[in-house]
């Protein structure tokens, strides 16, 4: 009997890795997308970034925009500041604000804000002003203590992470410390990007050390 | 090897399509693994407890001989010197440095641990003692500096350490520094 060849016509399998490809590469990018682009500077921490955080956004200009992770507690927040600051939202407005990414304006542009759809505000955040912040504990000016103190009331544990652009200057993100100092908020998060632990320093010492006792 | 055979078959090519598929599954784990592992971190951070009335005692609490205060400046630098520069009769000596792995700040933390571990073993410090840095960014610094300077804490093992504020004395000790070295490296 003549051989048979034994060649497989392999263009079926081309297509599944592709479309298994194509998958991974889209729906990688499914969660809400950032208002504003930081770069993180590096650290060594390994820690994960804890659920259910209230995220300080600090980009390179030293504008500052403000997101809940927790969506109820975002709610609670925004129907009382709505009824602290007589913004007189809507519910569909704030339904945007719930289901929205970072926001950084003023209150007296909250409104407008809210009223424009998810792409609008994707554009307006490019040259959002951020939140007024300084290292005043004074309500009316900071605008961001005034939103921490209130999240604070409905998000008691709420673990406080900070996004700060590596190049934003130093005297910007002093005042969102001093804010959240003022506000005897002293134990949070600064979120980066992870770096290797350099080798013959103390720490490598010690992570050489919690390997071998295999934990 | 993809082979087009152009005569002989006529209209009739053959394409090995092995390594294309190759080519895609490596593209897939590579998408796999570096969109698990891109997951940023977070640095856990204690400001120590400011109430306007403590501050002084703390600071006098840090013994010289322990201590060492670090200044960031701006274009990554880091200016340093021993003790917490309180004695306006006996200026600090002021030196600068830069984060960098060899010859930088680390390498000026290592030896700070070790002569305070040699003051301990001498008796002049306290078993209980411990290096104490107090870190003063400068207006001019950027958060890079900040976060580094902090992981450096961690990355040494420094158990004691402080930000505060920037005192005029310190920024006069820059400039003074600056001045006495233009072309600093």
Redesign the interface.
């Known amino acids: 009997m003549p051989r048979k060849s034994t060649a497989i016509d392999?263009?079926a399998?081309?297509d599944v890795?592709?479309l298994?490809?194509t998958f991974?590469?889209l729906a990688?990018s499914f969660k809400p997308p950032e208002a504003v682009v930081v770069r993180?500077?590096?650290?060594?921490?390994?820690?994960?970034?804890?659920e259910g955080f209230i995220l300080i956004t600090?980009d390179k200009d030293g504008r500052v925009f403000f997101n809940i992770d927790d969506l109820n507690a975002k709610r609670a927040v925004i129907e009382q500041i709505n009824q602290e600051k007589g913004l007189g939202l809507t519910s569909a407005e704030m339904q945007s604000f719930v289901i929205g990414t970072d926001m950084g304006v003023k209150f007296s542009q909250l409104k407008s804000y809210l009223t424009l759809d998810g792409t609008q505000q994707k554009d307006f955040a490019k040259t959002a002003p951020g939140i007024p912040t300084d290292t005043t504990a004074d309500y009316e000016r900071n605008e961001l203590a005034f939103w921490l103190a209130t999240t604070q009331y409905h998000l008691p544990k709420g673990r406080i992470?900070i996004?700060?652009?590596?190049?934003?200057?130093?005297?910007?993100?002093?005042k969102v410390?001093s804010t959240?100092?003022k506000l005897k908020l002293?134990?949070?998060?600064?979120?980066?990007?992870?770096?290797g632990?350099?080798p013959g320093?103390?720490?490598?010492e010690?992570q050489m050390v919690g390997t071998k006792a295999g934990h | 090897m993809a082979e087009i055979e152009v005569k002989g078959k006529k209209g009739n090519p053959r394409i090995d399509l092995t390594p294309m598929v190759d080519l895609g599954f490596l593209l897939l784990t590579f998408f796999i693994m570096t969109t698990t592992m891109s997951k940023p971190k977070a640095m856990e951070i204690q400001m120590p407890y400011k109430d306007e009335k403590l501050t002084q005692e703390d600071q006098n609490k840090i013994k010289k001989d322990e201590a060492l205060t670090i200044l960031l400046s701006k274009d990554h630098r880091v200016y340093y010197y021993h003790g917490i520069g309180d004695d306006p009769a006996n200026p600090p000596k002021v030196e600068v440095t830069y984060f960098k792995d060899e010859g930088g700040i680390r390498d000026v933390l290592i030896e700070k641990k070790k002569s305070v571990q040699n003051l301990i073993s001498q008796g002049v410090l306290g078993a209980k003692d411990r290096v104490a840095v107090i870190i003063k960014p400068d207006v001019d610094c950027t958060t890079d500096d900040l976060i580094n300077i902090l992981d450096e804490m961690t990355i040494n093992a420094i158990p004691v350490y402080a930000v505060v504020d920037i005192t005029p004395v310190d920024k006069e000790f820059i400039t003074a520094t600056e001045q006495a070295n233009p072309t600093a490296q």
């Not at chain 1, 002293?186 to 980066?192: D, Y």
Request: net charge neutral.
């Open positions: 392999m263009t399998m081309c890795a592709f298994l490809l991974f590469m990688t993180t500077p590096g650290s060594t921490s390994t820690k994960p970034i804890p600090l992470a996004k700060a652009d590596g190049a934003a200057a130093y005297p910007e993100i002093n410390i959240l100092g002293f134990r949070f998060n600064f979120i980066t990007d992870p770096k632990i350099p320093t103390a720490l490598y010690e």
